[in-house]
């Protein structure tokens, strides 16, 4: 049913106009709970899926320079050369993976827009789209808009939310096209070994897939390096790669992000891309070649940071009494709540009205998240602290009611 | 120079940032057993490289508003003892909160406070100005802290972050 359509002045109705397709897609389950926390501001957020650190001053005072000096107009509509090689240099020292700054990387519009790109370039209606769940909530949508069919690959806790080659497997017809895989993995802080791969890798061959890999929390692993997805064996050519300068250089409202992957790939994205955006940001472009220039041993730190607060949120949830699975990358934790016999969105929904702590409900990342509760620790150990208190309280009430 | 490990680097970060952290918090922070925490916590403070765990004030709050001088001093040095014996001689003098010797124009920076500037100017003048060695003084008055051991005094950066996001 639709409520409050408005009429245009002739019979049909605006929402008449819509398409099909974007009139099916259910609006974001993180945007209805967005909405209940309103401006509340005795609250604990747990919800943001970014870094709480400023980006460092002097990536913002390389971006005012290049204002001071005029730098405000169009770049190449790949990016900047002089990014996109540093990107090829970070990519390769730090994981193994090597591009052609000239034809197989493009500058974009943050992650998002890369993930866009490369689904609106492979998909013919009708294809299918594989999602290991509980996935990030924008890759099902934009594989519906494409005409594609998002299909979830099921990933579960006691496998640390990793996907298997028999689950993948497993959801794969004749039909299957592209596959999408995020690790570091948001919502639940999974990520995947070289060892974990290398089936990932023989089931994707086998079955002549195209892999997109969104490896944009890469830099954010505790306890072992990244491994790209394009640095195993004979998956480079099949792999379309994306990160950006978000999550790990505390950079998330200058929209920067990349793809790199094969040249006739990348040549088709950049058609989409240069009939789109033009091209990124300039002033954004210039504060991420900074980034990559000179801010390493802040990304360090940040990340020392995180790995402190990591450790706080797990042992306070288990402290609790919730199970807890290890992230080993990403800043989320993702703890279940089946034992309080509260479903995901009534936990959220009385955590957040009763105990002031807004997190968000694992069912939004897909069926497989439901029953956890995805919980950002970057935010301040005082913080994280305090929100841990709050939670156990509320727990220890829910289960006084029995 | 002692060599520190790397436990003791991160201890030293953390109780930088906040000194009032537990064992028990930064054994958690950290991965490593509350004895280990305490053990590096104990060897720092053996060696003196966590000398005391202080409190930054931002005096400006309060009406109790003290007054901070930068002095730089120009001097001779003693035979046989260089800078240090007058040194010395400056910073046992309790209103003197540092000294530091110095490259460039003057030879010791000192940082001196007082209740008012009277205070502050009868120490220069009564106290450090006439010490034999001293060539002269130039007594630079602190109008306004922005910024002290790392941490900016007017900072009210508000997380604009949205409550929820993906």
């Given at each position: 049913m639709i409520v409050n359509e408005q009429t245009t002045?002739?019979?049909?109705?605006?929402?008449?106009?819509?398409?099909?397709?974007?009139?099916?897609?259910?609006?974001?389950?993180?945007?209805?709970?967005?909405?209940l926390v309103g401006d509340n501001k005795d609250i604990i957020t747990l919800g943001v899926g970014e870094p709480d650190f400023v980006t460092p001053w002097h990536m913002r005072e390389a971006c005012v320079y290049s204002l001071e000096r005029g730098m405000t107009s169009y770049t190449s509509n790949a990016g900047m050369p002089k990014l996109r090689e540093a990107i090829s240099h970070y990519l390769d020292t730090q994981f193994d993976t090597?591009?052609?700054?000239?034809?197989?990387?493009?500058?974009?519009?943050?992650?998002?827009?890369?993930?866009?790109?490369?689904?609106?370039?492979?998909?013919?209606?009708?294809?299918?789209?594989?999602?290991?769940?509980?996935s990030y909530v924008a890759y099902s949508p934009i594989a519906s808009i494409g005409g594609g069919v998002p299909v979830g690959v099921e990933t579960y806790a006691k496998d640390q939310f990793k996907v298997t080659a028999e689950?993948?497997?497993?959801?794969?017809?004749?039909?299957?096209?592209?596959?999408?895989?995020?690790?570091?993995?948001?919502?639940?802080?999974a990520i995947m070994t070289y060892e974990d791969w290398l089936p990932i890798a023989e089931v994707i061959k086998k079955h002549d897939l195209i892999v997109i890999a969104d490896e944009i929390y890469a830099e954010l692993t505790y306890n072992q390096k990244h491994v790209s997805f394009a640095s195993i064996p004979d998956m480079k050519d099949r792999t379309i790669l994306v990160s950006g300068f978000s999550k790990a250089f505390?950079?998330?409202?200058?929209?920067?992000?990349?793809?790199?992957?094969?040249?006739?790939?990348?040549?088709?994205m950049l058609k989409i891309h240069q009939y789109t955006v033009?091209?990124?940001?300039?002033?954004?472009?210039?504060?991420?070649?900074?980034?990559?220039?000179?801010?390493?041993?802040?990304?360090?730190?940040?990340?020392?940071?995180?790995?402190?607060?990591?450790?706080?949120i797990v042992q306070g949830f288990r402290e609790i009494g919730l199970d807890c699975h290890e992230p080993q990358g990403a800043f989320y934790a993702f703890p279940s709540i089946q034992k309080t016999g509260l479903n995901s969105d009534l936990?959220?929904?009385?955590?957040?009205?009763?105990?002031?702590?807004?997190?968000?409900?694992?069912?939004?990342?897909?069926?497989?998240?439901?029953?956890?509760?995805?919980?950002?620790?970057?935010?301040?150990?005082?913080?994280?602290?305090?929100?841990?208190?709050?939670i156990g309280n509320f727990v220890y009430k829910v289960q006084k009611e029995g | 120079?002692?060599?520190?490990?790397?436990?003791?680097?991160?201890?030293?970060?953390?109780?930088?940032?906040?000194?009032r952290r537990t064992p028990a918090l930064l054994s958690t922070l950290l991965g490593e057993s509350e004895d280990h925490i305490k053990a590096a916590v104990a060897q720092l403070e053996q060696d003196h490289v966590i000398v005391k765990y202080a409190t930054?004030?931002?005096?400006?709050?309060?009406?109790?508003?003290?007054?901070?001088?930068?002095?730089?001093?120009?001097?001779?040095?003693?035979?046989?003892?260089?800078?240090?014996?007058?040194?010395?001689?400056?910073?046992?003098?309790?209103?003197?909160?540092?000294?530091?010797?110095?490259?460039?124009?003057?030879?010791?920076?000192?940082?001196?406070?007082?209740?008012?500037?009277?205070?502050?100017?009868?120490?220069?003048?009564?106290?450090?100005?006439?010490?034999?060695?001293?060539?002269?003084?130039?007594?630079?008055?602190?109008?306004?802290k922005y910024k002290q051991d790392g941490i900016i005094f007017e900072d009210h950066q508000e997380d604009n972050r949205l409550m929820i996001s993906p």
């Open positions: 002045g002739s019979s049909k109705t605006m929402s008449s106009y819509l398409a099909p397709l974007v009139k099916q897609i259910p609006p974001s389950g993180i945007r209805k709970f967005f909405d090597k591009y052609d700054p000239k034809d197989e990387i493009i500058v974009t519009v943050g992650g998002s827009e890369a993930i866009d790109l490369a689904l609106r370039a492979l998909i013919v209606p009708g294809d299918e789209i594989l999602i290991p769940e509980p689950a993948l497997e497993a959801s794969i017809t004749p039909k299957s096209k592209v596959v999408i895989l995020c690790y570091p993995s948001n919502p639940t802080g505390a950079m998330t409202g200058w929209r920067i992000g990349y793809m790199c992957g094969h040249p006739e790939l990348i040549a088709a033009m091209c990124a940001p300039a002033m954004g472009q210039v504060a991420a070649l900074e980034a990559l220039t000179n801010g390493l041993g802040e990304k360090d730190r940040m990340v020392e940071s995180y790995n402190q607060r990591r450790r706080l936990f959220a929904e009385r955590l957040l009205t009763e105990n002031k702590v807004a997190a968000v409900p694992g069912n939004v990342f897909g069926p497989q998240g439901e029953g956890f509760l995805r919980c950002s620790y970057a935010t301040s150990v005082s913080q994280l602290n305090e929100a841990l208190e709050r | 120079m002692k060599e520190l490990n790397d436990l003791q680097l991160k201890v030293l970060d953390l109780l930088k940032e906040d000194a930054v004030v931002n005096w400006s709050k309060i009406d109790d508003e003290k007054v901070t001088a930068l002095i730089e001093v120009q001097i001779t040095p003693e035979r046989g003892r260089g800078f240090e014996g007058i040194a010395e001689r400056i910073y046992l003098y309790p209103q003197v909160k540092s000294v530091y010797l110095m490259s460039g124009a003057y030879d010791l920076l000192v940082e001196v406070e007082g209740g008012n500037l009277r205070e502050v100017a009868n120490f220069v003048s009564e106290k450090l100005s006439p010490i034999d060695s001293v060539l002269s003084t130039k007594t630079n008055f602190i109008l306004k």
